[in-house]
T-cell receptor
Framework: GNSVTQMEGPVTLSEEAFLTINCTYT??????LFWYVQYPGEGLQLLLK?????DKGSNKGFEATYRKETTSFHLEKGSVQVSDSAVYFC????????????FGPGTSLSVIP | EPEVTQTPSHQVTQMGQEVILRCVPI?????FYWYRQILGQKVEFLVS????????KSEIFDDQFSVERPDGSNFTLKIRSTKLEDSAMYFC??????????FGPGTRLTVL
């Protein structure tokens, strides 16, 4: 079935470091791709999305590009802040008759001053 | 900006009791979902709902679970007889067209 693999955490970075969180999905069709973020004690917030190949989603300094050839949607940020400490979920949606989000396992990020 | 809301934020119940978790989706959305997240684990799909009926449910969503849209605004998840392993964070989500899903803040259910 459809699935998503995400870089395991936890990831600890110093402030202003470069962040990459890898995400790949099984190549069954062409899903829409999302990153969600969960700050401590809070719910799931949509961070960014891309709905077709080569689209780049961006928000709050985060970016991810839909790479059909490598079935990947890696999350990047050039300079992380302490406030970026959260759990990040890669989440494809396959637009068949069923539209559930399949969440990756989540990557916990801690940014230290 | 419109948001999905959920009540209560935290529900504590005794094993075997019934609970109803409530959600108010974004008003012009047509697709509704429930997910759950057991502490420290991944977010799991429970059920999707469209046009007043279930469109898909996971193996987790057994006969103990039911969903309802009793009026034009609420979307509820009922667990008939709670078990210890039902303790989790439950998230409601809604979507305008089976694409981007917007999640509520969650209800933390604790079964004692």
């Amino acid at each position: 079935g459809n699935s998503v693999t995400q870089m395991e955490g936890p990831v600890t970075l110093s402030e202003e470091a470069f962040l990459t969180i890898n995400c790949t999905y099984t190549a069954t069709g062409y899903p829409s791709l999302f990153w969600y973020v969960q700050y401590p004690g809070e719910g799931l917030q949509l961070l960014l999305k891309a709905t077709k190949a080569d689209d780049k989603g961006s928000n709050k300094g985060f970016e991810a590009t839909y790479r059909k050839e490598t079935t990947s949607f890696h999350l990047e940020k050039g300079s992380v802040q302490v406030s970026d400490s959260a759990v990040y979920f890669c989440a494809p949606i396959w637009m068949t008759s069923y539209d559930k989000v399949i969440f990756g396992p989540g990557t916990s990020l801690s940014v230290i001053p | 900006e419109p948001e999905v809301t959920q009540t209560p934020s935290h529900q504590v119940t005794q094993m075997g009791q019934e609970v109803i978790l409530r959600c108010v989706p974004i008003s012009n959305h047509l697709y509704f979902y429930w997910y759950r997240q057991i502490l420290g684990q991944k977010v799991e799909f429970l059920v999707s709902f469209y046009n007043n009926e279930i469109s898909e449910k996971s193996e987790i969503f057994d006969d103990q679970f039911s969903v309802e849209r009793p009026d034009g605004s609420n979307f509820t998840l009922k667990i008939r007889s709670t078990k210890l392993e039902d303790s989790a964070m439950y998230f409601c989500a809604s979507s305008p067209k089976a694409d981007t899903q917007y999640f509520g803040p969650g209800t933390r259910l604790t079964v004692l």
